[in-house]
C-alpha cells in the first residue's frame, strides 16, 4: 500500500476531506444503513487516498463520489445481488400519481418519505440524492455515474415520478391504517 | 391533458439547466399552460419536502477520525515503557477474562451466530491493521525474533513459522483484541496484499477450516488442539487456503 507523501496529503486534506458527508451521505442512501455505509464509505475514502496520485485536477467532489458510488455497487453486487436487479413495476405503482395535497400531507411524514426513497431502484435513488440533496448538475451526475446527460434527464424524470407514486401509495396506506 | 414542453424541458428549466433565452422561451409557455405549471409546483413541493426533511445524512465522527488516522499515521512506537505494557496486558487479560465467563454464561450461542460475529470482528480488526504504523509491534522475518517477542505475553503455545519457501514471508507479529478476546496475531505478505492470521487459546474441539467473505474480505477459520485460528485477507481464497494447509501441515 503506499502512502502519501506530505505534499499530497496536503492537497488531500484541502481537496477531498471537505467532501467526507457528501461521500457518506450517498453511501447512506445507496446501501440504506448507516453500519454498512459507513464501512463502504471508510472502504471508498481509504481507496480513495491510496490513488488520489491519480487525480490530476478537476471536480474533487465528484471524483469522490464517483469512487464512493463503485465500491458501493461493488459491495451491494457481492451482499445483496437481488436488489440491483430490483427493477420499479410501474405498471403498478404509477397507477395513483401524486397530488399536490397528497405531497403536501406526505412532507410533514419524514419516515414516510424515507421509506418512498428507500423503495426505488438504487439507480433512481442515487440521482436524486445527487440532484435534490447534493445539488449537483446533470453535468456533474454523468460524471458521477458514468451515464449520458440525456440518460441522466430522463431517469431523474422517472425517479421524480416514481418518488411521487410510492409517496401517494404511501399516504393512502397510512390513510387506510389510520382508519 | 398532455404537454409537448412537458417532461425534459420542464425538468430542465426546473433544475436551472436551460440557458437564459430558453428559460425566458419556456416561462412565456407556462404563462399559457396549465400542466406545465402544475407539474412545476409538484416538482417544487417533492423538492421542499426532500430538504425540508433534513434527509442529507453528515458523515459520523468515527468516519472522520479513521480517515485522519489513515493520513497521519503515527509512528509506531519502538520502545513502549514497561509500566505502560504491563497495564495494557492487564487489562487484556481482564477482557479476556471477562469475554471468557460471557462466553460460558451464553451456551446458546449458534455456530453460525458465532461465524457471522467473529467474522465482522476479525475483518475490522484487520482493516484496523492496514492503517500505517498499526501492522506489526514487531517487525522480523525471522521466527526466532517473532518468538522472543511474544515471550511472556500468551497463555499458549503459539506457533511461529516463516514460509517465504512456499510465497508466504512472515513480516512480524503483534497482540490484537477482536471483540473482547486478546489475540496474537502473525502477519505474512504475497506482493499483491497482506494476511493476518489471528490465533488464541478455545476450549471447544477442533474443526475442519471454514471458508467466509465479508465485504471485498476474506477468512478461514478453524480449531486444532485447542487453539482457533482465522486467516484474514482482501487477496483470493486460493491463497487463504493455501496458507492455512501450510499452518496443519
Redesign the interface.
Known sequence: MSELELEDRARFEQLVLPHVDAAFNLARWLLRGRADAEDVAQEALLRACRFFRGFHGGDARAWLLQIVRNTCYTWLEKNRPMELSMEFDEEIHLQACATPETLAIAGDDRERLILALETLPPRFREILVLRELEGCSYKEIAAITSIPIGTVMSSLSRARRQLCSALANSSTKGAVREV | MKCNFA??LL??YF?G?LSGRAAAGFERHVQHCAHCA?EL???D????????????????A???R??NA????VAPSKAVSQPLLWHWLAAAAAMLLIGIVLWKASPGLRSDDYQAELAGEIVDAH?YS?L?GHLTSTSSNDEQDVKGWFKGKLTFALPIRDFANDGFALQGGRLDVVGERSVAVLVYARPEHLINVFIWPTRERDTSPRVG?R??YQWIDWRKGKIEFCIVSDGPTADLQQLQRLFTK
Open positions: 417532461d425534459t425538468q430542465c433544475d439547466e402544475t409546483v409538484d416538482l413541493l417533492l423538492r421542499g419536502s426532500l430538504q425540508l426533511t433534513q434527509l442529507y445524512k453528515p458523515a459520523p468515527s468516519l472522520r479513521t480517515i489513515y493520513i497521519h499515521p482493516v492496514l500505517p467473505s465485504q471485498d
